[in-house]
């Protein structure tokens, strides 16, 4: 895939957690040179933290979105293949598609589905997530997203779908924005009988890296989700880990840069 006129930029919201950073989105950025031989650039969507995050070495580089395409005409790059790193097409992706129309005129830009982009992409996911957490039929899953309330999408459900047509009723995907969302939850684990049968509830996370505000919703604070499923008398469990820490995950970016090759 060599080709010195296009730079690929991989694109996420952007922590401030060095660990987070380098446990997911770093791995990404890696993963994607190796694969294509390409330069691949990070970019952070908030700007503040790609300023704060970025490295002295142009391997901890971290973009702003209009710095990484500013850089990219001043070194003469023609193509720029935008890898968003979001689960699904919502706010963050939309308006990230809004930053890039002001290049176009520049650079010719392409920008790749987020994760769960249709019910194929979903289908490949549901494969990979069950492979890498290695479901136990004795527990149940709870795979809980951030969500959007402005931004409904289906991906969530198409993943669940696809769940349970592989045979895994015992994972239910929860958006924490959506409507009563801690409410589907217990709804859920009622009809599986989690409580009388005393098993544990594995919270997982559907974020790409780990990072304060999903630790605050999910655990940190005694009204969080997972609190609250113990005050409700679950065993509830969770892996604090993003998904971008998993190198099967990680495989997904690599056919979202095919898509637009």
């Known amino acids: 895939m060599s080709d010195n006129k296009t730079v690929i930029l991989v694109v996420s919201v952007g922590t401030n957690i060095i660990r987070a950073k380098a446990a997911a989105y770093d791995k990404i950025v890696e993963d994607l040179a190796k694969y294509s031989s390409l330069p691949v650039w990070q970019a952070f969507t908030d700007d503040d933290t790609a300023k704060a995050m970025t490295g002295n070495s142009a391997a901890d580089k971290v973009y702003t979105v209009e710095g990484a395409l500013e850089t990219a005409i001043a070194q003469k790059y023609t193509d720029v293949k935008v890898i968003p790193v979001f689960m699904a097409r919502g706010e963050l992706y939309f308006t990230l598609q809004g930053r890039l129309e002001f290049y176009k005129d520049r650079l010719n830009i392409k920008v790749a589905d987020p994760v769960l982009a249709?019910?194929?992409?979903?289908?490949?996911?549901?494969?990979?997530?069950?492979?890498?957490?290695?479901?136990?039929?004795?527990?149940?899953?709870?795979?809980?997203?951030?969500?959007?309330?402005?931004?409904?999408?289906?991906?969530?459900?198409?993943?669940?779908?696809?769940?349970?047509?592989?045979?895994?009723?015992?994972?239910?995907?929860?958006?924490?924005?959506?409507?009563d969302s801690f409410g589907q939850a217990i709804t859920f684990l009622k009809k599986r009988n989690a409580l009388e049968r005393n098993t544990n509830v594995v919270v997982i996370p559907l974020i790409v890296a780990w990072g304060d505000y999903?630790?605050?919703?999910?655990?940190?604070?005694?009204?969080?989700?997972?609190?609250?499923?113990?005050?409700?008398?679950y065993r509830a469990v969770f892996t604090g880990m993003g998904l971008g820490e998993f190198e099967s995950f990680r495989t997904i970016y690599n056919k979202r840069l095919d898509a637009i090759m």
């Open 118 to 179: 249709n019910a194929e992409a979903c289908a490949e996911v549901a494969d990979i997530l069950v492979n890498m957490t290695e479901i136990d039929p004795g527990k149940e899953y709870l795979l809980v997203s951030h969500g959007n309330p402005k931004f409904p999408f289906m991906g969530y459900k198409f993943l669940e779908q696809s769940l349970q047509e592989k045979g895994y009723a015992n994972m239910k995907v929860i958006s924490l924005m959506e409507r």
């Open 214 to 233: 999903m630790a605050d919703e999910l655990y940190n604070s005694q009204d969080s989700f997972i609190w609250q499923l113990r005050a409700a008398g």
